[in-house]
């Protein structure tokens, strides 16, 4: 593909990557909605062990010192399609929802035989829920009909650079630019015709700049045979944002009567967002990838904040997060049984979340598999995988999600700043 194509493809996909609903949990609700995992479909089948994850072949911009492993003169390109299937259970209820979204279109390639770079745009979080019930009112001595729905997401763009040090080792830093809206809506509908209806918005626009740093270390420990460890920290930081709350009564018969608007305010605040560290470890031979990964976010620090006062209180407690994978190769130089160049993998993920209602945090479980797939006399290189798990419990009066995710990534790789010598 030429150098002008990528360019324009990652253009477009950009484009198409904004207003994606990629949940329909209610659990996106709060704080800052559901967090995405790894984007790219190499890491999903090896349970989202990321931090440590390096070939010539891939971008993983969970760890910028990963880009040292860019063959010289190529250029990345990346991108990846997410479906997934949901269940959403109670002690006696059951709904199902589906969806499906762009994961992230990102770009990298060497500058030298020591710099290299990569750019992309990702998911950060997303909220989607359409919450429909009945409350009772006391002082009103009835019901009350009540939708609550809430959608948006926050992005991040991201420019890294690596360095690397020596053969056996590399740092690399990100930084990032989060953006995006949440949007949280609810309206009450009294069964009493002498009561206005009541409707309320509260819209948040958030921007900020953030920083990570990677390390990577990788030695030969015999012939053809690597162990490898690395780390990543995110920096806390202090997000901008704009608050927008809109309240009016309203009435409706044969359509929809604003009645009054008893709150409209615009309002600054600043979103203090938590530092994060990741650690993992693999092993890597001609047949046989092994890797481990461990983060942890201090989400209990999360703030949101008016005039220096916390005015959201969602009560996130710290996440954990524990992921491992295997990938196996059978010979990936055959030339005859194209079966045996497939990479086969599978992993699984337990995840801590950083949500605590009723006195119970949360925890996601998954197992996860999936191939990888080179394309016969090309530089490109297919991936799938498939996540199959659960998130919550239907304890206390709380929903039990089970799920099935499927990502489908594409990977093309080209040569870069290469003259051609005829035309």
Same mark, same amino acid.
């Given at each position: 593909?030429?150098?002008?194509?990528?360019?324009?493809?990652?253009?477009?996909?950009?484009?198409?990557?904004?207003?994606?609903?990629?949940?329909?949990?209610?659990?996106?609700?709060?704080?800052?909605?559901?967090?995405?995992?790894?984007?790219?479909?190499?890491?999903?089948?090896?349970?989202?062990?990321?931090?440590?994850?390096?070939?010539?072949?891939?971008?993983?911009?969970?760890?910028?010192?990963?880009?040292?492993?860019?063959?010289?003169?190529?250029?990345?390109?990346?991108?990846?399609?997410?479906?997934?299937?949901?269940?959403?259970?109670?002690?006696?209820?059951?709904?199902?929802?589906?969806?499906?979204?762009?994961?992230?279109?990102?770009?990298?390639?060497?500058?030298?035989?020591?710099?290299?770079?990569?750019?992309?745009?990702?998911?950060?979080?997303?909220?989607?829920?359409?919450?429909?019930?009945?409350?009772?009112?006391?002082?009103?001595?009835?019901?009350?009909?009540?939708?609550?729905?809430?959608?948006?997401?926050?992005?991040?763009?991201?420019?890294?650079?690596?360095?690397?040090?020596?053969?056996?080792?590399?740092?690399?830093?990100?930084?990032?630019?989060?953006?995006?809206?949440?949007?949280?809506?609810?309206?009450?509908?009294?069964?009493?015709?002498?009561?206005?209806?009541?409707?309320?918005?509260?819209?948040?626009?958030?921007?900020?700049?953030?920083?990570?740093?990677?390390?990577?270390?990788?030695?030969?420990?015999?012939?053809?045979?690597?162990?490898?460890?690395?780390?990543?920290?995110?920096?806390?930081?202090?997000? &901008?944002?704009?608050?927008?709350?809109?309240?009016?009564?309203? &009435?409706?018969?044969?359509?929809?009567?604003?009645?009054?608007?008893?709150?409209?305010?615009?309002?600054?605040?600043?979103?203090?967002?938590?530092?994060?560290?990741?650690?993992?470890?693999?092993?890597?031979?001609?047949?046989?990838?092994?890797?481990?990964?461990?983060?942890?976010?201090?989400?209990?620090?999360?703030?949101?904040?008016?005039?220096?006062?916390?005015?959201?209180?969602? %009560?996130?407690? %710290?996440?954990?997060?524990?992921?491992?994978?295997?990938?196996?190769?059978? &010979?990936?130089?055959?030339?005859?049984?194209?079966?045996?160049?497939?990479?086969?993998?599978?992993?699984?993920?337990?995840?801590?979340?950083?949500?605590?209602?009723?006195? %119970?945090?949360?925890?996601?479980?998954?197992?996860?598999?999936?191939?990888?797939?080179?394309?016969?006399?090309?530089?490109?290189?297919?991936?799938?995988?498939?996540?199959?798990?659960?998130?919550?419990?239907?304890?206390?009066?709380?929903?039990?999600?089970?799920?099935?995710?499927?990502?489908?990534?594409?990977?093309?790789?080209?040569?870069?700043?290469?003259?051609?010598?005829? &035309?």
């Amino acid at each position: 593909m030429h150098r002008l194509n990528y360019v324009f493809l990652f253009l477009f996909l950009t484009t198409m990557s904004f207003s994606q609903i990629s949940t329909n949990s209610p659990y996106s609700r709060f704080g800052l909605g559901s967090l995405s995992s790894s984007v790219s479909a190499q890491q999903s089948a090896l349970g989202g062990a990321s931090v440590v994850y390096f070939n010539s072949n891939s971008i993983n911009s969970e760890n910028p010192a990963t880009y040292s492993s860019f063959e010289p003169k190529s250029f990345l390109f990346s991108s990846a399609l997410n479906s997934s299937i949901h269940n959403f259970k109670t002690s006696n209820q059951s709904q199902n929802e589906s969806n499906a979204t762009f994961s992230h279109v990102a770009i990298g390639f060497p500058i030298n035989k020591y710099l290299s770079v990569s750019s992309g745009l990702l998911p950060y979080s997303s909220i989607g829920y359409n919450l429909d019930y009945m409350d009772y009112e006391t002082w009103l001595e009835d019901s009350v009909s009540v939708l609550s729905t809430g959608n948006g997401g926050l992005s991040k763009y991201y420019f890294g650079t690596s360095l690397q040090l020596h053969k056996t080792l590399s740092i690399g830093i990100n930084a990032y630019y989060l953006f995006g809206g949440l949007s949280r809506n609810k309206t009450a509908d009294f069964n009493n015709p002498d009561i206005f209806n009541v409707s309320s918005v509260d819209r948040t626009n958030i921007t900020g700049l953030s920083y990570e740093t990677g390390l990577l270390f990788n030695t030969e420990i015999s012939k053809d045979k690597y162990v490898a460890f690395a780390l990543s920290f995110q920096n806390s930081t202090n997000l &901008d944002a704009k608050q927008t709350l809109l309240g009016t009564t309203y &009435d409706f018969t044969t359509s929809l009567v604003i009645k009054d608007t008893f709150q409209n305010v615009i309002q600054k605040a600043t979103i203090v967002m938590p530092s994060k560290i990741s650690a993992g470890a693999s092993y890597n031979s001609e047949k046989l990838f092994l890797v481990a990964n461990y983060s942890s976010q201090n989400w209990s620090d999360y703030q949101f904040l008016i005039d220096g006062v916390a005015v959201e209180e969602d %009560n996130l407690k %710290n996440s954990k997060c524990y992921s491992g994978g295997i990938q196996f190769t059978p &010979d990936y130089n055959a030339h005859n049984k194209y079966w045996k160049k497939i990479q086969y993998r599978i992993g699984g993920r337990y995840n801590k979340t950083y949500l605590s209602l009723r006195n %119970n945090q949360l925890t996601e479980t998954s197992l996860t598999m999936g191939l990888g797939l080179p394309v016969k006399r090309t530089n490109t290189f297919y991936n799938f995988s498939v996540e199959i798990g659960d998130k919550g419990t239907i304890e206390n009066n709380l929903i039990k999600e089970q799920f099935i995710k499927f990502t489908f990534g594409v990977t093309f790789k080209g040569i870069w700043f290469v003259k051609r010598k005829y &035309d």
